[in-house]
C-alpha cells in the first residue's frame, strides 16, 4: 500500500523544484517535495549551498547562497508545500498513477517534476582515492577555509565560472593559486575571466592537465602535462580542487525517461514536458546550456504550471 497518494510530487529541492513548489502549492496542488538527503553528494538545497555569494539572483544585490536557499524553502512550506528529506531510490514511470520510492516507502503520484539538479564531476587521478578529502575537493567554498589549505600553493582544474569563482574564493586563504586550463582559453563569462586575469594571486596555466596527485597523508603536488607539447614536469602545491563541470542527476530514472548523450532529461521545445505524459522536468536536471539559478527557478516555475494544465484536463 502507498503512503500517500499526491496529485503532484517534486523531486528535488534546488531553485528550479522550491519555485515549482511555491507555484503548485499557491494553485492548490498540495505538493509533496523530496528535498534528498546528500543526494549526488549536495545537501537539500541544491548546488548553491556549496556557494558563497549570490549576485545575479534578481531582487538581492548580494545574498549568501544557503540563505538564498533557506529563504525558497521557507517559501515553500509557508505556501503549503509539504517537504520530505528522504532522497528517491526509484520511480515507476510506465503508468499513472506514478510510483516514487523513498526511506523505504512507497508513494503515488498523477504528475511528477523531476528538478534533481546535477553534481560535481571528478577527474579520478591516481592518487585521488587516498587523498580525497585529504587535501582534495570539488567544493572550494566549502573546504577552502580549513587548516591546511592556509597559506599553501593550491590548484583549480577548469575554466569556466565555476572555476574562476573557487579560485578567487581560494585566494582568501592560499599563498598563490594556479588555475590549470585544459585547453587555451577559459569557457568563463568575460566577467569573470577579467576576475581571474586581473587577480595577483592567481596564475592560469593554460593547455594544461593533471595525470597524477603526489603525497601520501596530504597533497604535496600534482604532475602535470602540456597538453601541445606532452611536456610533463611537476607542481607542487598543498591541494587540489575541481572544478571541471556536473553530471545530471538521473540515476534514479533508470531509463525510463528519454536523456539525451550525456543524461540530460530531454524536454519539449518551449515546454517542461518529458517523453512521459505528466512527467515535467526542470532546472539543470535538464539544461546543459544556462545552469544558472535564475533560469532554474523559471523553469521551475514552467514544470509547475505545465503540471497543472495536465491535472486539470485529468478527471479523478
Ligand atoms: P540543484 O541546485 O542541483 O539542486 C538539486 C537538488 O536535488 C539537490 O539538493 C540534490 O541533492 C537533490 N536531488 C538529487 N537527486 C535527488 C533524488 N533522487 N531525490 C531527492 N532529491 C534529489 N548560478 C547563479 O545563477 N548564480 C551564481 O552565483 C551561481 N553560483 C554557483 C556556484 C557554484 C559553486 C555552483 C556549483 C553553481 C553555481 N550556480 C550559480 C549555478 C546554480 O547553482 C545552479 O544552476 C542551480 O542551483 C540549479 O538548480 P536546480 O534546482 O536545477 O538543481
Ligand atoms: P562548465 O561546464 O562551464 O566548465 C567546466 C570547465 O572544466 C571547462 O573549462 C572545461 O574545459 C573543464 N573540464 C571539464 N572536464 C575536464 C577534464 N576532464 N579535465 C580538465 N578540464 C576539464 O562548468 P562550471 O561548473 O564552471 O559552470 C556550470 C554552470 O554554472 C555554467 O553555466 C556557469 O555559468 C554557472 N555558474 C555561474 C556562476 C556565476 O554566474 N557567478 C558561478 C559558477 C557557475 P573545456 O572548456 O575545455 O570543456
Known sequence: MPTSSE?????????????????????????????????????????????????NFPGFMSISGPELMRNMRDQSTHCGARIVTETVEKVDLSKRPFKIWAGGKEYEAQSLIAATGATAKRMNL??????????????????????????KDLVVVGGGDSAVEEAAHLTKFA????MLVRKGVLRASQVMQERAK?????????????????????????????????QESTLNAGGLFYAIGHVP???????????DGPGYIKTKP?????????VFAAGDV??????????????GCMAALDAERFLSRLSF
Not at 603526489?214 to 597538453?227: F, N, P
Request: proline share 4%; aromatic share 8%; charged share 20%.
Open 7 to 55: 496529485q503532484l510530487i517534486i523531486i528535488g529541492s534546488g531553485p528550479a523544484g522550491h519555485t515549482a513548489a511555491i507555484y503548485a502549492a499557491r494553485a492548490n496542488l498540495k505538493p509533496l517535495m523530496f528535498e534528498g538527503m546528500f543526494a549526488g553528494g549536495v545537501a537539500a538545497g541544491g548546488q548553491l549551498t556549496t556557494t558563497t555569494e549570490v549576485e
Open 126 to 151: 591516481p592518487g585521488e582515492e587516498r587523498l580525497w578529502q585529504k587535501g582534495i575537493s570539488a567544493c572550494a567554498v566549502c573546504d577552502g577555509a580549513l587548516p591546511f589549505f592556509r597559506n
Open 175 to 178: 599563498s598563490k593559486v594556479f
Open 198 to 230: 586581473n587577480h595577483p594571486k592567481i596564475e592560469i596555466m593554460f593547455n594544461t592537465v593533471p595525470f597524477e596527485v603526489l603525497g601520501e597523508q596530504s597533497v604535496s603536488g600534482l604532475k602535470i602535462r602540456d597538453t601541445v607539447s606532452n
Open 249 to 259: 542527476n538521473t540515476a534514479f530514472l533508470d531509463g525510463q525517461l528519454e536523456l
Open 270 to 278: 518551449g515546454t517542461t514536458k518529458t517523453s512521459v505524459d505528466g
Open 286 to 299: 535538464q539544461d546543459k546550456i544556462y545552469r544558472q539559478a535564475v533560469t532554474s527557478a523559471g523553469t
